[in-house]
């Protein structure tokens, strides 16, 4: 069945250092792909998304483009902020209802 | 709007108790969805509804959970008995429409914690 695959956390980073969170996923079809995130005590909220190869998503800083080739959606920003830290989880979609989320990446920033 | 409307934000009951969860979808949202998060095993599909109809309930892990949805406007989820093993974060999402741009909106999640 289809999956996402996500790096194990925590992540920690001091401030204004570069990020990746790796997330390979495996699906029939043509998914679409998702990061969203989660602030402390809140839910999960869309960061970005991007429905087709080749497709680059980004908000906040935030990037990630739709390799299908390799089946991956890494997640990158190049300067991190302490507001970052949070919990950030890849996610697709294949046609369905369904978004099939990764276990979640925790990201700590230290200032 | 103001996003979708969980409550209550925490409850804490004994085990064998009944529980209820309510959750109030964006307005104009079709589809409703029903989550558990654990640390064990992170972010769980319980249940769907579109259109106010259960649609898959597939992840409901057993007859002690059931879902409704009255109306366009709220939906519950009750355990009944609880258990310690039932304590997670519930989180309720809506979103507009099905398919592969389907974006979901979540609420603030209600942290249940089963004594």
């Known amino acids: 069945g289809d999956s996402v695959t996500q790096m194990e956390g925590p992540v920690t980073l001091s401030e204004e250092a570069f990020l990746t969170i790796n997330c390979t996923y495996t699906?029939?079809?043509?998914?679409?792909l998702f990061w969203y995130v989660q602030y402390p005590g809140e839910g999960l909220q869309l960061l970005l998304k991007?429905?087709?190869?080749?497709d680059k998503g980004s908000n906040k800083g935030f990037e990630a483009t739709y390799r299908k080739e390799t089946t991956s959606f890494h997640l990158e920003k190049g300067s991190v902020q302490v507001s970052d830290s949070a919990v950030y989880f890849c996610?697709?979609?294949?046609?369905?209802?369904?978004?099939?989320f990764g276990a979640g990446t925790r990201l700590f920033v230290k200032a | 709007d103001a996003g979708v409307i969980q409550s209550p934000r925490h409850e804490v009951t004994e085990m064998g108790q009944e529980v209820t969860l309510r959750c109030k979808p964006i307005?104009?949202?079709?589809?409703l969805f029903w989550y558990r998060q654990t640390m064990m095993r992170g972010l769980e599909l319980l249940i769907y509804?579109?259109?106010?109809?259960?649609?898959?309930d597939s992840g409901m892990p057993e007859d002690r959970f059931s879902a409704k949805m009255p109306n366009a406007s709220f939906s519950t989820l009750k355990i009944q008995p609880s258990e310690p093993r039932d304590s997670a974060v519930y989180f309720c999402?809506?979103?507009?429409?099905?398919?592969?741009?389907?974006?979901?909106?979540f609420g603030a999640g209600t942290r249940l914690s089963v004594l």
């Open positions: 999402a809506s979103s507009l429409q099905a398919g592969v741009s389907n974006i979901q909106y």
């Open positions: 699906a029939t079809g043509y998914p679409s």
């Open positions: 509804f579109n259109n106010n109809v259960p649609i898959d």
């Open positions: 991007a429905t087709k190869a080749d």
């Open positions: 996610a697709l979609i294949t046609g369905g209802f369904k978004t099939i």
């Open positions: 307005s104009g949202h079709d589809y």
